[in-house]
């Protein structure tokens, strides 16, 4: 005995909705890719900022006022943040390696570290 063969006509969609869609289907060969990005030139043309109020702040005026938290104090040797500072050289130090050093450098190269954070004084 042989089944029975039923046919029957399987409708499927093209696209079914948990697959992904591959780019070249989504986009055909010389489609646009959707986003496009903008130079600062475009945008400027585009919000005409002329017509704007000078004090409101936009692309052209970016200045801002000065900042209300104190300064970030970083070491002049590594550049991590230095939570210490040597009272005889005013030199900023993170941790104790530092401080050795700092210890250890001869007055013109404090003077040039002092300089490069504007703070050089004359030292004793």
């Not at 945008?43 to 000065?66: H, K, M, R, T, V």
């Not at 300064?71 to 941790?95: K, V």
Request: a positive charge.
């Amino acid at each position: 005995m042989e089944p029975e063969v039923v046919e029957a006509e399987l409708v499927l969609p093209t696209c079914l909705s948990f697959k992904k869609i591959q780019m070249h289907e989504k986009y055909p060969k010389g489609q646009s890719r959707g986003r496009q990005w903008k130079h600062l030139k475009q945008i400027l043309q585009a919000e005409n900022f002329q017509n704007g109020s000078p004090d409101e702040p936009n692309y052209i005026n970016i200045e801002s006022p000065p900042s209300m938290h104190p300064p970030m104090r970083i070491c002049d040797m590594t550049g991590f943040e230095a939570p210490y500072s040597d009272p005889r050289t005013n030199l900023r130090y993170a941790n104790t390696d530092v401080f050795k050093m700092v210890r250890s450098l001869p007055p013109e190269y404090v003077q040039r570290y002092l300089a490069l954070r504007n703070a050089a004084v004359v030292l004793k």
